[in-house]
């Protein structure tokens, strides 16, 4: 399995907390990632679209706002399962980074 792009995790983390709809998402991305990463409209839509054709989100409803149609998107059971494995494979990736982080700076240092 390939690492996902940060923006895919982005999204199926702020889909974890419960459905959706796509301003709640880009909105949630953005509070996530601290403002460091902003999705655009037809981003956030291109990238809904290819995760429901992979089986990682569906449509739960529609409600209709202000004229508009609203479409709520939620995790599948596959979603979740692909963004644990993704959060454990980044977890991992990060202990190790710290643990040499640490043994480098004592070794270079003197420290023990």
């Not at 991992?92 to 420290?111: D, I, P």
């Amino acid at each position: 399995m390939k690492p996902m792009q940060e923006p895919t995790f982005l999204i199926l983390t702020a889909l974890a907390a419960g459905p959706q709809h796509g301003y709640g998402v880009i909105t949630d991305v953005e509070g996530i990632s601290g403002g460091r990463v902003v999705l655009r409209a037809g981003t956030l839509y291109a990238a809904l679209d290819r995760l429901r054709a992979e089986g990682l989100i569906e449509s739960e409803r529609e409600e209709i706002v202000d004229g508009r149609v609203r479409r709520y998107y939620r995790l599948t059971g596959e979603g979740a399962t692909r963004l644990s494995a993704e959060a454990d494979r980044l977890t991992r990736h990060a202990t190790a980074a710290v643990t040499r982080l640490r043994q480098g700076f004592s070794t270079a240092w003197g420290l023990s």
